[in-house]
């Protein structure tokens, strides 16, 4: 088991980066907001109360004292048939959950769900959790010996036992891991996407792709909708180290239900609210109204961690001269104590707008606003590049790729390059000059589009 200490909880703070001048008649105001939590390690912390506390955590309580858990986790192992080919598949993903679950704190909730055409828990079984103890982990690991492939696929009904499971908790993380290394074919896509919307806000969860037969938009929407990460693993043999990396940081989360709140004046429009490091994730869609100009867009659960959002919205028209709050921005949570004292605010920070008859200043491109908008295409180029390649579209997949390659080299996304020289030739990087390879291991090319939405930081910090 990981040894995780006990120190204090998560502090939020809001930075905004922005050019907020703009020129005569300019309404579209662009803002990087970064959102840094530090200080929760990977423990659990004590709760804040009272309206003028500092950010808080949810209470992590001592289990075996009778206690709420801090978390609470289920991991799902696809064991449809095709898991037995070849049969070392079957016992990495057994071996991977096991490393999983030696990764569990003392006192954390979890299950085991077998995911066939049907979904049936592994451990404990009954309709509940266990808490992990030394006694316990053995426990799973010994019923995860049994466990053997047959079946189909039907991922919708394993996300909704596990809701079930989750909901018999009171821990406030809830998370999921999810492994499958095949197609949806025993549900219908609105199976899964019914179930995707019923779980979505209840839980997040992790997905991962093993070997190369299951499908990256599958995988890549479970996360997405789902709050978590996805990705691929080639060699079921990395899965262990995958596993346990994934539940070491489901362990370090300390806040959940994390909610960006965007309040805007009168007249303002938001035109897109995105999620733009670590990856891409786009919010807009996702807003939940909170009260008069105000909207609520899911972040999920935090630990030591940063991440940028790209806020855009349209002001009405001023004359030169005149400046406006054009958005407030803060990080809540909803009446975390369960008092109905309300949300409770962990951080804020403001976008403005400013209007200028000085050209230099309105034209000036915020260098955090720049780079993310890049980052945005570059997702996004990825994608249409192969989808086309996948259609014989071999000139318009040549022109999306060859400028997902001048991104990557202009923006410093060395990952992403180095992902996709191994599906194009480059010829010249900086004018996105490149030849699509005649043979493309499918390996390369699903891992290229799982990881397309992956970004990276800022180069330049000075802002």
């Known amino acids: ?55 808080a955590s949810i209470p992590v309580r001592d289990a075996a004292a009778g206690r709420a858990p801090a978390a609470a986790v289920v991991v799902m192992v696809d064991c449809s048939g095709s898991m037995d080919y070849p049969p070392t598949k079957m016992r990495n993903a057994r071996d991977a959950t096991a490393a999983a679950i030696d990764t569990l704190r003392d006192g954390t909730e979890f299950s085991v769900v077998s995911g066939t055409h049907v979904a049936q828990e592994v451990y404990p079984g009954g309709g509940r959790l266990a808490v992990a103890s030394d006694h316990t982990r053995a426990e799973a690991r010994r019923r995860l010996r049994r466990v053997t492939a047959g079946g189909g696929t039907a991922i919708g009904a394993w996300l909704k036992l596990t809701d079930r499971l989750l909901a018999s908790s009171d ?7 999810l492994l499958t290394d095949g197609r949806n ?8 996407r019914a179930a995707l919307d019923a779980c979505a806000g209840r839980f997040t969860c992790d997905a991962r792709g093993v070997g190369t037969d299951w499908e990256v938009k599958e995988v890549t929407g479970i996360a997405s909708a789902l709050l978590g990460t996805a990705d691929i693993v080639a060699d079921p043999g990395d899965l262990a ?5 994934m539940m070491e940081t489901a362990m370090g989360k300390e806040v959940a239900d994390v909610s960006l709140r965007l309040w805007t004046p009168v007249g303002t429009e938001v035109l897109f609210v995105k999620q733009v490091a670590p990856s891409v994730e786009d919010l807009t869609d996702r807003r939940g109204e909170a009260g008069p100009r105000a909207g609520d867009y899911p972040t999920g659960s935090w630990g030591d961690e940063s991440r940028d959002y790209h ?49 230099a200043a309105s034209t000036s491109i915020n260098p955090q606003v720049a780079h993310y908008t890049g980052q ?17 579209d071999f000139d318009g997949a040549t022109a999306k790729l060859g400028r997902a390659v001048q991104l990557a080299a202009a923006s410093g996304n060395g990952d992403t390059a180095r992902l996709l020289a191994k599906v194009v030739d480059v010829v010249d990087a900086a004018t996105g000059t490149v030849r699509l390879k005649a043979k493309v291991a499918e390996a390369d090319e699903m891992t290229l589009e799982t990881r397309s939405t992956k970004t990276v930081r800022v180069k330049n910090t000075n802002r």
Not at 8 to 13: G, I, K, L, N, T
Not at 341 to 348: A, N, T, W
């Open 185 to 192: 074919e025993h549900e219908s896509a609105d199976d899964l």
């Open 376 to 392: 945005a295409e570059l997702a996004q180029v990825i994608q249409q590049g192969l989808d086309a390649r996948k259609l014989g």
């Open 311 to 359: 806020v855009c919205v349209r002001v009405p028209v001023a004359a030169i001269g005149r400046e406006m709050l054009a958005a407030r921005v803060s990080l809540v949570l909803p009446d975390p104590a369960g008092a109905g004292d309300g949300p409770q605010v962990l951080s804020q920070g403001l976008v403005r707008a400013v209007w200028t008859d000085d050209m």
């Open 241 to 245: 180290a995958d596993f346990t990396r």
């Open 1 to 55: 088991m990981a040894n995780f200490s006990k120190s204090s909880v998560p502090q939020f703070a809001v930075e905004v980066y922005q050019n907020e001048y703009l020129p005569e008649g300019g309404q579209e105001v662009n803002a990087i907001v970064t959102v840094t939590a530090t200080g929760g390690g990977t423990t659990g912390g004590v709760p804040l109360t009272g309206a003028g506390a500092s950010p």
């Open 171 to 177: 821990a406030p993380i809830r998370h999921a891991i």
